[in-house]
């Protein structure tokens, strides 16, 4: 009776590391899903190295734009489109979640960033070092060249010491306004700049003459110009290179080391070839 009841314990707490084993294990295993994953193919970047609204939301908030064709721009359905756009989507993607797009002026996304009221701006800010006084950037994801266009019959300016005297246009804290204040004004002497919030005005105002140049690089010109039949030229050679890159809020190295992670999977795995390709019809210039 005795080695009955023996057997009986040792049945029942057999049975009962058992169960224990198992559940451990379906723990352990619920708990390596609960990470965020990104794409076939893609690194994900762990929760930890993303800000808690993003990680609660699953949401990225993008800010740009949205007035910059080919970079970010409103397409037929009224969606935000173009590289940027497919750039944002993409990181998104491999960080575990999904971008969510904020339009706004140009002049806006800095202080929106600031205030937390975006998680990241994608939208051709160009990396300098006064900005990188205010906000943080990742990698560059993009080289513009820039050049002077005016209008068709305009063949008095072809070069920077041209602008003697003349209107400038320029968007509104852009770095192309910052270069013309800061560089080209004081080595070509005095002439007029005038800002705008979008680049379509500008070119606009360049085809009626209410300016006489501007400057913006190659990319975003055929676009603009093609849709809008705007009769405004590019002249000479480039005047300089802009590389751009995704702006964060300061002091969050862990959020931006997983977007410049996710940038360089991009790069690594073509993907970024066949975004820059779709945009721009070429191959992306070597770095």
Same mark, same amino acid.
């Given at each position: 009776?005795?080695?009955?009841?023996?057997?009986?314990?040792?049945?029942?707490? %057999?049975? *009962? *590391?058992?169960?224990?084993?198992?559940?451990?294990?379906?723990?352990?295993?619920?708990?390596?899903?609960?990470?965020?994953?990104?794409?076939?193919?893609?690194?994900?970047?762990?929760?930890?190295?993303?800000?808690?609204? &993003?990680?609660?939301?699953?949401?990225?908030?993008?800010?740009?734009?949205? /007035?910059?064709?080919? =970079?970010?721009?409103?397409? !037929? +359905?009224?969606?935000?489109?173009?590289?940027? %756009?497919?750039?944002?989507?993409?990181?998104?993607?491999?960080?575990?979640?999904?971008?969510?797009?904020?339009?706004?002026?140009?002049?806006?996304?800095?202080?929106?960033?600031?205030?937390? $009221?975006?998680? &990241?701006?994608?939208?051709?800010?160009?990396?300098?070092?006064?900005?990188?006084?205010?906000?943080?950037? /990742?990698?560059? =994801?993009?080289?513009?060249? &820039?050049?002077?266009?005016?209008?068709?019959?305009?063949?008095?300016?072809?070069?920077?010491?041209?602008?003697?005297?003349?209107?400038?246009? &320029?968007?509104?804290?852009?770095?192309? #306004?910052? =270069?013309?204040? +800061?560089?080209?004004?004081?080595?070509?002497?005095?002439?007029?700049?005038?800002?705008?919030?979008?680049?379509?005005?500008? *070119?606009?105002?360049?085809?009626?003459?209410?300016?006489? %140049?501007?400057?913006?690089?190659?990319?975003?010109?055929?676009?603009?110009? !093609?849709? $809008?039949?705007?009769?405004? +030229?590019?002249?000479?050679?480039?005047?300089?290179?802009?590389?751009?890159?995704?702006?964060?809020?300061?002091?969050?190295?862990?959020?931006?080391?997983?977007?410049?992670?996710?940038? /360089?999977?991009?790069?690594?795995?073509? /993907?970024? $070839?066949?975004?820059?390709?779709?945009?721009?019809? #070429?191959?992306?210039?070597?770095?």
């Amino acid at each position: 009776m005795k080695s009955s009841k023996k057997s009986l314990i040792l049945t029942l707490t %057999a049975i *009962l *590391l058992l169960t224990l084993a198992i559940a451990g294990c379906g723990k352990r295993a619920e708990d390596q899903g609960a990470s965020p994953s990104a794409s076939a193919g893609g690194a994900s970047a762990p929760a930890a190295d993303l800000p808690d609204q &993003v990680k609660s939301s699953g949401v990225l908030k993008v800010g740009l734009m949205g /007035t910059y064709a080919p =970079y970010n721009f409103l397409n !037929d +359905k009224q969606e935000i489109d173009g590289f940027d %756009a497919d750039i944002a989507k993409e990181v998104a993607k491999r960080l575990g979640v999904k971008a969510e797009f904020a339009p706004q002026d140009f002049s806006g996304l800095i202080p929106s960033l600031q205030a937390g $009221n975006i998680d &990241v701006i994608i939208s051709q800010v160009t990396i300098t070092d006064e900005r990188k006084a205010q906000i943080d950037f /990742t990698q560059p =994801y993009i080289t513009n060249s &820039v050049k002077i266009i005016v209008g068709a019959n305009n063949n008095s300016i072809t070069k920077l010491e041209d602008f003697k005297g003349q209107k400038i246009g &320029v968007g509104l804290g852009t770095n192309d #306004e910052a =270069y013309l204040r +800061k560089e080209v004004l004081p080595k070509v002497g005095s002439f007029e700049i005038k800002t705008y919030d979008d680049v379509i005005t500008s *070119l606009a105002d360049l085809n009626t003459g209410r300016i006489d %140049a501007t400057i913006n690089n190659m990319y975003a010109l055929k676009p603009i110009v !093609d849709k $809008n039949g705007f009769k405004i +030229k590019a002249v000479g050679e480039p005047i300089k290179a802009d590389r751009a890159g995704i702006a964060v809020k300061k002091n969050n190295p862990q959020f931006l080391a997983a977007l410049d992670q996710a940038l /360089t999977d991009i790069k690594a795995d073509g /993907t970024y $070839n066949t975004i820059f390709k779709k945009w721009f019809g #070429e191959e992306p210039p070597k770095e």
